[in-house]
């Protein structure tokens, strides 16, 4: 079992993870997030949206302490943004 932490950073409004199509639960609040939990070895899908105010910048991070990946860009004109479905696979 791999421990998976993810930090997001700047959604002034919300932030929303979810792993292999399940929500998953953040702590903190606006403007930064994080949230930990174990996976298991195998391929998975996730995505965060984040919630702002139009332009605002973000950047987000998803790790198993082995890779890493990170994530930046700017709220849309009505709000929010996402990263999409992104694949993570989770080494023995």
Do not use: C
Request: aromatic content about 10%.
């Amino acid at each position: 079992m791999a421990q998976i932490n993810v930090t997001i950073k700047g959604a002034s409004r919300d932030a929303k993870l979810t792993w292999n199509h399940k929500m998953k639960s953040l702590v903190g609040g606006p403007p930064n997030f994080s949230g930990s939990f174990k996976a298991s070895p195998g391929k998975y899908v996730y995505a965060i949206v984040v919630f702002g105010n139009p332009t605002d910048p973000w950047t987000a991070a998803v790790t198993d302490g082995t890779i890493t990946q990170n994530f930046a860009g700017h709220m849309s004109p009505s709000g929010f943004d996402t990263t999409g479905d992104t694949e993570f696979e989770v080494g023995a």
